[in-house]
Nanobody
Framework: QVQLVESGGGLVQAGGSLRLSCAAS????????MGWYRQAPGKQRELVAD???????YYADFVKGRFTISKDNAKNTVYLQMNSLKPEDTAVYYC?????????WGQGTQVTVSS
């Protein structure tokens, strides 16, 4: 099992910044992808950004140029730096990790962007 604990959500004005953190523990060997999804009220969960064990990154078009995903392997932590936030970025943000066919999720952290 892999446990994921997120932190860093909150309320911010449009144009502001937040940094989300996700600390992984447990059976973390061979995790090959860590990243972030989000889910707004009434909408499906959508991929925001991913980081692979091979140091490749992926960003959804709607966050390119504004969000940056990074990892601290020594701390088993992945970060999502979110700049130039928009009201439409308001959602619960979920950390995820993939190890082979297995997928793990954090509990989610609320991000609210006011206009």
């Amino acid at each position: 099992q892999v446990q994921l604990v997120e932190s860093g959500g909150g309320l911010v004005q449009a144009g502001g910044s937040l940094r989300l953190s996700c600390a992984a523990s447990g059976s973390i060997a061979s995790i090959n992808v860590m990243g972030w999804y989000r889910q707004a009220p009434g909408k499906q969960r959508e991929l925001v950004a991913d980081s692979t064990s091979g140091f490749s990154t992926y960003y959804a078009d709607f966050v390119k140029g504004r969000f940056t995903i990074s990892k601290d392997n020594a701390k088993n932590t992945v970060y999502l730096q979110m700049n130039s936030l928009k009201p439409e970025d308001t959602a619960v943000y979920y950390c995820h990790a993939a190890r082979g066919p297995s997928r793990y999720w954090g509990q989610g952290t609320q991000v609210t962007v006011s206009s």
